[in-house]
């Protein structure tokens, strides 16, 4: 079972404080059907099956899975189960072979995907002066490669421990939930930003405690529970247009299997992922914001 502890990654010197200068505003991005209308940690699948990180049933499995989020979104109980599913997975790759695959494959696997209003707002914010950061619960080396897309340069998200250029499965952050809010918190320490003047964009209603740390929460495309949040806070609530289609999932033909397989195998994987065991909760953030490289 992956824990959490304090990562191993130094804060970049120009997370250093200024004394004497005024405080900054801030806005930070929820990246998950707040800027791409997809999931980050499922959209990569068919590329890591192509390029045989993954078998058959896995792709399927990622299908399945990425298919239950767009239409239901996630619990927090399923975003730890997916965590756990995702860092099982990738235990083992090599780093830098991922990292070349989710860059090599970025602008047809993502970039259709991105909201245009998301990609306008966050150049607004970055002519205004704003400290713009991505905050994500996906690893951080995918969100760093989107980040760099939309020409954000900082980020939050969770981070896979790696030894010898492998990831060891063990999770060193998990950017979710309350922990989202206490690197905020950092983050507005180590960068001298205000949190009264910023905003924070989600989808989510696990990203609740990130939201109520801003002094302009926004609602984007929210979820049921998060939208009466919204309402009986006063929070703003956008609407944010679908992109271009999605990728579909992987089919038969391509994975290598008939359709009668396909869905035996379906309704397996499926109740698998519902009787999914929750795992316990890690501990809160020790670090700031990384510099997407």
């Known amino acids: 079972m992956p824990t959490s502890r304090e990562p191993r990654h130094p804060r970049p010197a120009s997370a250093t404080r200024t004394g004497g200068d005024p405080a900054r505003t801030a806005a930070f991005f929820d990246l998950d059907k707040t800027i791409i209308a997809t999931s980050s940690a499922y959209a990569f699948g068919r590329e890591f099956l192509h390029n045989g990180l993954i078998s058959p049933a896995e792709a399927l499995q990622l299908s399945l899975a990425k298919a239950s989020y767009m239409f239901s979104g996630l619990t ?7 965590r756990d599913q995702l860092t099982a997975l990738v235990t083992g790759w090599s780093v830098d072979e991922v990292r070349a695959i989710a860059r090599d494959t970025m602008h047809h696997v993502v970039t259709p995907s991105i909201y245009a209003e998301a990609r306008e707002l966050i150049r607004a914010h970055r002519a205004a002066g704003h400290h713009v950061v991505i905050v994500s619960a996906s690893a951080a080396l995918l969100v760093d490669i989107i980040a760099k897309e939309l ?12 030894e010898n250029g492998r990831f060891t499965g063990e999770v060193l952050f998990y950017c979710k939930g309350p922990n989202k809010a206490e690197a905020l918190e950092r983050t507005a320490a180590a960068e001298n930003l205000d949190l009264n003047a910023s905003y924070a964009y989600s989808d989510s209603a696990t990203d609740i405690p990130m939201l109520e740390k801003v002094g302009h929460p926004v609602a984007v495309n929210p979820d049921k529970q998060l939208k009466r949040h919204a309402l009986a806070h006063e929070w703003e609530i956008r609407s944010f247009k679908d992109p271009e289609p999605l990728l579909p999932a992987p089919t038969a033909k391509e994975i290598g299997i008939g359709a009668s397989v396909l869905a035996g195998t379906a309704a397996v994987i499926g109740a ?5 065991q929750h795992p316990g909760r890690p501990g809160p953030p020790k670090r700031g914001p990384r510099r997407a490289s």
């Open 76 to 82: 927090s109980e399923g975003m730890d189960s997916t």
């Open 151 to 162: 020409g954000v340069e900082h980020v939050i998200a969770t981070e896979l421990a790696e």
């Open 272 to 276: 698998g992922l519902w009787l999914a």
